[in-house]
Every structure is written in C-alpha cells, then in structure tokens.
C-alpha cells in the first residue's frame, strides 16, 4: 500500500469516527449501516472498478434510496455531513425556519444535509445540467422544504454552454479550461439568471444562508447578485485558485464590500489541492455584518476555526 492510500483511508476513517456522535442519521445503528454501505461502494466501484451507471445506481440506507453518481458512491455525503455540523451549524443553528439558497446543487448531498440539521423552511436546490438534476429530484424525494429547479446562474440572464463529464458530474462547469484531462468533454446548452433575477421572481427578501459552488463560476454569480447579497446573512462559497474567466480570490472577495454589504470572513471549510500540491479551491464561509434582518439570539463563537 503506497502513501496516499494510506493516507486516504486514515482520512476516512477519521470520518467515520466523528460521524458516530453526529445527530444524523439519529441513532448509531443507522449511522454503522451508513459507514457499511459507504465501504461497499467504494469496495465495488472504487476498487473493484465494477462501472457506475448513472440514473440507475443507488443505495437503500435508513430505509430510503440515495442514488450517487460516481466511484466515490456516498462518500461525498458522509463527507459534507460531518463538516456542516463541525464547521458551519455553530453559527445556523440560532436561525429560525432558515431560507437556504443552493447554487450548485449537484445530486443534493449539500441540501439534505441542511433539510437535515437546519430545520430549514425552504431550500432552493438549483442545478443546470440535466443528467445531474434527474438525479437531485431522485435524492430530494420526500423532503418537503427542498425546491429542485432546474437552473444555473451568471451575471446575466441567457444560455450557456456547459461542459462536462459523465464519468465525474462533479466538475461540470461554463468553462472549458476546467478540464485540463479531457480535451473533448461533452457539451450542453442550460438556461442561466442572475441572482438578483431569482430572488425578485420568487418574492425572496432574506436570504439566510447563500452557498455557491459552480466550479469556476462563482464570481460571475457574485456580479448578478448585488441586490441579493445586501439580504443574505450568510454566504459559503467555493474559491477556484486556476483563475478561470481571470477571476481571482481578490477580485471574487470585492463583490463582498460595499454600502449596504460587508463580509466577514468567519471560517474556513475544505482545502483541496492539485497532484503537485497546489492550491485548487478553498471553501470559504462568510457573515454579513451589515445586514438589517430580524435580530437573532447570539450564541457563542465557536472556540477554534479549522
């Protein structure tokens, strides 16, 4: 076994282990069932290289259907359930009834979990690609405040090209210098808005937790959100270091600052990096000093960040 897989399989079981005292699933027989089926997967898919076919494959744990779309099976939710409640909850939980934005959705791992620990009153989980929305309705069945819609975003209202990959959906994004391994990734027309757009169509007037990862986009995104931003509380998005569209941290970050908005930068969530161990994207979580919202019930910071 060489280096990296060691270390990918501590980092795993690293995981499993906060996962065990997590509040979701809600009881620790459902939470070891997860932990198995997590390992079969990665077992027949990851390992074994048995083909994931997409639309089709899915797990039945805690006596519901999770369909995945990749070698990585449900890995990526146990993943984001234990980062939400370790890194971001602390700071959502004094909200009441949140109204959550999910720019991004994928196949809706981000937006169960925050149906689950949030006790939110709506999320709206958008996502452009076809193929990767099919499987975010499948996934969001029977969650009552998750709204799939079937949409991306920009700084504009058009349609745009969007590439990728069936064999990772993950990647999908409007750029196609993201795929710096495919030269010829699939393509597809989707209809984009702007934030600004959305909100004002949907009535929305606060926005209680915004995340963006669009793989490349999110700056473009931040352009047709200038009104919206002044009413969201709360904002998680992904930084993309390859600087797609010329899009910079610093340029991404001034979209943050201005008369009725101002960012605090208040956590830092998952580092990942390229093969050659440069920095490819930083989730960052942010907290708008300046909104003018109901108040909320202050808690306590949480005592370390990281």
Known sequence: MNQSSLTTILHSLNFDRQFLFSPFPKTLSDRLEFIVRKYSLLLNHHYLGRPVRLGDSKVRI????????STLGIAPYQTMLVNFENRYLPY?????????????AHIGFFSLTAAKLCKPSRIFACEPLRLTF?????????EKAIIPIHLGFWN???????????????????????FTWNNHPMTQTV???????????????????????????EEQILKGASQTLTKTIYLLIECSFDQLGGSTMSS????????????????????RRTPQRELATIDFFFKNLRFKGARQKQYPLPASIG
């Open 62 to 69: 805690n006596g519901r259907f999770f369909y995945y779309e």
């Open 156 to 178: 504009k209202p058009t349609r745009h090209k969007m590439f990728y990959t069936e064999s990772f959906l993950a990647y999908s994004s409007l750029f196609p210098e993201r």
């Open 134 to 142: 099919s499987l975010l309705k499948k996934n969001c069945t029977g």
């Open 191 to 217: 209809k984009v808005t702007t934030l600004d757009a959305f909100a004002k169509r949907n009535h929305i007037d606060r926005i209680d937790l915004l995340k963006i990862d669009a793989e490349g986009a």
């Open 92 to 104: 959502l939980q004094n909200l009441h009834k949140p109204l959550v934005i999910d720019i991004g």
């Open 252 to 271: 991404l970050v001034k979209h943050l600052h201005g008369k009725e908005k101002n960012f605090q930068l208040i956590e830092i969530g998952d580092i």
